[in-house]
Nanobody, 118 residues
């Protein structure tokens, strides 16, 4: 089983920045697609970003393009999401996820809260 633990969330003012981190267990971490999702209270969980095994392919939902950057360091079993120019609508619980293929996420972290105030 893959274990994922997110960190780095917090309270920031609109226009500020945060970097989320996801620490993963497992010898085969580098073979997994990694993704970030978020969920606001009363809302469905939505896709934010994803990154391929090698890091050479990344995807972002339209609302965060140009503001968020996903990256990974396989040797450290870490995935990051740098969030810039944050907006109140970015508020939610952010989850790290892992899967063996695109849109095949099987493992999830516990989430970290991000709150952006206006």
């Amino acid at each position: 089983q893959v274990q994922l633990v997110e960190s780095g969330g917090g309270l920031v003012q609109a226009g500020g920045s945060l970097r989320l981190s996801c620490a993963a267990s497992g010898r085969t971490f580098s073979s997994y697609i990694m993704g970030w999702f978020r969920q606001a209270p009363g809302k469905e969980r939505e896709f934010v970003s994803s990154i391929s095994w090698s890091g050479d392919r990344t995807y972002y939902t339209d609302s965060v393009k140009g503001r968020f950057i996903i990256s990974r360091e396989n040797a450290k079993k870490m995935v990051y999401l740098r969030m810039n120019s944050l907006k109140p609508e970015d508020t939610g619980v952010y989850y790290c996820a892992a899967g063996e293929g695109w849109s095949e996420y099987e493992y999830w972290g516990q989430g970290t809260q991000v709150t952006v105030s206006s």
